[in-house]
């Protein structure tokens, strides 16, 4: 089982929560129609933390991401958050997708306080949506609708959406993954500011070694179908980091041998 590491670049208040996925295989179908997509996988997230998660494409991470947000039950193995296990869904648990998947007929502002208003508490509440929205730097486009927005100001709605309910635990499932180079650079700093800044904890999955090794404390790479953790590096680098450092240059070197990729590099 991979081992809790220490935080580095601790936030200010730590409001995050301690994950443990406990030998959880999972598998799609039954009989000879089955799919194994995850084989006897163990790791743990420390409150606070930011863990990514690298591996093939199909290899099961986002398949992961729904069994630790609840949306699936594993086939075997246990997930637990703090000291409870995980049965179902919960709103201290957010999981942002790829897609935005923003109501076109809504603006900003309504679509941001979605979950607000599925709790029955947006009346007392709805100052957090201009709160959240400040956080991501839309206060100005609240009345905007999401036809009127570049993809990465929809991508900080989505953010704002889930900062709205106050998670102790971010789960990315390749958010960036449809923004142009130089936006996704931009959001992938905004997104470290938003964790440092909160506190909670993060499950990202990624196919960009580079951008796993830019956000992350530890990255966790993942064998092809079904998955098994094949290595779990530590990245001991401070807070802001340099994309030129040599160090995530070695980094992603070792990321990239232990994907079967190093050869090309």
Not at 65 to 70: F, I, Q, S, T
Not at 80 to 101: A, E, K, L, N
């Amino acid at each position: 089982m991979v081992a809790v590491v220490e935080r580095l670049a601790t936030p200010a208040a730590v409001a995050g929560v301690r994950i443990g996925v406990r030998r959880v295989s999972h598998v799609f179908g039954h009989g000879e129609q089955s799919l194994p997509v995850l084989d006897d996988v163990g790791l743990d997230v420390a409150p606070g933390e930011f863990v990514a998660l690298l591996g093939p494409s199909g290899c099961g991470k986002s398949t992961l991401l729904r069994l630790v947000a609840g949306l699936d039950a594993p086939t075997s193995g246990t997930i637990w958050q703090d000291d409870v296990q995980i049965v179902g869904p919960d709103p201290s648990r957010i999981v942002v997708f790829q897609d935005p998947t923003l109501y076109p007929w809504r603006r900003v502002w309504d679509n941001v306080a979605l979950g607000l208003q599925a709790r029955g508490v947006l009346k007392r509440e709805g100052r957090r949506v201009d709160a959240a929205l400040k956080k991501v730097g839309l206060e100005n486009f609240a009345r905007a609708f999401p036809h009127q927005l570049s993809g990465g100001m929809a991508q900080r709605v989505a953010l704002a959406r889930a900062l709205v309910n106050d998670p102790q635990l971010m789960i990315l499932d390749e958010p960036l993954g449809k923004l142009d180079s130089l936006t996704r650079l931009a959001m992938q700093s905004e997104l470290l500011e938003l964790w440092q800044r909160a506190g909670f904890s993060v499950l990202l999955v990624t196919h960009d070694v580079e951008e796993a090794l830019f956000l992350a404390q530890r990255v966790i790479v993942f064998s092809p179908r079904p998955a098994k953790i094949v290595a779990e590096l530590k990245v001991d680098l401070p807070y802001p980091r340099h994309r030129g450092d040599g160090r995530l240059t070695d980094l992603r070197h070792e990321t990239l041998r232990h994907l079967g990729l190093d050869a090309s590099w």
